[in-house]
C-alpha cells in the first residue's frame, strides 16, 4: 500500500461468479452483493491477529502462575514429610511457620512478581497494538468510493459516488433495474485526497446476466414550442423535428437495430459528410465540397 492504491474484493455472496481475469462480477438480477477493500480487510486482520496472540499469553500466564503456585505446595507438603530442617520452626512475618512454609511463600511471591512483570510486558505491547490499530481505522476514515456506469472499457471513473458514505470500507449494492441486461458498472475503493484509477488491479466490473430480454413498447416524440419533449399522438408537420423512444427490459448495455417505413418502404439510415469535389476544369459556379450521403444502411442504431 506503499503507493496508497486499494483494491476491491468480492465478500458476497459466497458463491459470486467472479471472473478473476477481466475482474468482473456476474449477478442475478436485483441480487445484493458486497465489496471489501483488500488491504484494510487484511491490514486489520493482521493487527487483531496480534492482539488476540498477546492476549491468550496474557491468559497463559495467568494460567502457568495457577500451575506453579499448586507446585509449589505440593513441594512443601512434600518437604515436611521429609523432616529435617524443614519442619524446623521459624518467625515469617510476625507469625512462627516451618521452614518448609517459609520456602513456599517466597517462591509464591517471586513467582507471582515474575507474572506480573510479564503481564505489565504484554500490556505494554497491547497498548503499542491497540493504538497502531487506531491509526489504521483513522486512515480508512478517508476512503470513498467510485460506482458509475462504465460505456466500455476504456471509460474512466468520474470520481467518488455521492451515495457512498465517506470511510466506508464494505459496500452493500444492488443493480437497479434500468441497468438488467448485461450492461457495465465500474467499482473502485480510493483515498478522498486521491483519484481513481480505473484499473482492474484496484477496482471491479459489475454487471447482471441478461434475463427474459425484450422490448416493451416505443412512442414518438416532438417538441413543443418550448422545446420540451410532448408525445405525438396526432399527424405532424413533415420536416418536423421528432425522437422515438424505447422502452426495454433487462437490455442495458445491447444495441438496438430499428427499420423505418414510409408508405410502406424502408427509409435508408444515411450518414452524412463534406465530399471534396475535383475538376478537369473546375468553373466559377461549381463548389469546392458538396454535403451529401457517404453511407446508407436499411437498419438505424438505437
Known amino acids: ?119 505489565k510486558a504484554k500490556d505494554n505491547l497491547l497498548k503499542n497494538l491497540n493504538h497502531e490499530l487506531e491509526t489504521f481505522e483513522k486512515k480508512f476514515e478517508s ?14 471513473p468520474n470520481g467518488k459516488n455521492e451515495t457512498i458514505a465517506l470511510g466506508t470500507k464494505e459496500v452493500n449494492l444492488a443493480l437497479k433495474q434500468h441497468l438488467y441486461g448485461g450492461g457495465f458498472a465500474w467499482l473502485e475503493p480510493f483515498f478522498e485526497n486521491s483519484k481513481p484509477t480505473g484499473n482492474i488491479k484496484s477496482g471491479l466490473y459489475v454487471h447482471t446476466a441478461s434475463q427474459n430480454a425484450q422490448v416493451l413498447t416505443a412512442e414518438w416524440y416532438g417538441y413543443d414550442k418550448d422545446n420540451n419533449p410532448l408525445k405525438i399522438d396526432k399527424p405532424i408537420i413533415p420536416g418536423s423535428k421528432v425522437q422515438l423512444h424505447i422502452y426495454t427490459r433487462s437490455m442495458y448495455g445491447h444495441n438496438i437495430r430499428v427499420e423505418l417505413k414510409a408508405n410502406g418502404k424502408t427509409l435508408k439510415a444515411n450518414a452524412y459528410g463534406s465530399v471534396i469535389q475535383v475538376y478537369a476544369n473546375k468553373k466559377p459556379e461549381q463548389p469546392d465540397s458538396t454535403y451529401e450521403v457517404v453511407d446508407s444502411k436499411d437498419l438505424f442504431l438505437a
Open 1 to 119: 500500500m506503499a503507493n496508497n492504491t486499494l483494491t476491491a474484493i468480492v465478500l458476497k455472496p459466497d458463491n459470486a461468479d467472479f471472473n478473476e481475469q477481466y475482474r468482473t462480477l456476474t449477478t442475478q438480477e436485483g441480487q445484493v452483493f458486497s465489496v471489501g477493500i483488500k488491504e484494510y480487510i487484511e491490514g486489520k486482520k493482521n493487527i487483531q491477529e496480534r492482539i488476540t496472540a498477546l492476549e491468550n499469553e496474557k491468559k497463559n500466564i495467568d494460567i502457568d502462575l495457577a500451575i506453579e503456585q499448586n507446585r509449589l505446595f505440593d513441594q512443601a507438603n512434600q518437604r515436611y514429610s521429609e523432616g529435617g530442617k524443614w519442619t524446623e520452626m521459624e518467625n515469617h512475618n510476625g507469625v512462627q511457620v516451618t521452614h518448609a512454609q517459609v520456602s513456599m511463600d517466597e517462591n509464591i511471591k517471586a513467582a507471582k512478581n515474575k507474572a506480573e512483570n510479564l503481564k
Open 143 to 156: 476512503v470513498v468510493w467510485a460506482w458509475n456506469l462504465a460505456y466500455q472499457r476504456s471509460s474512466l
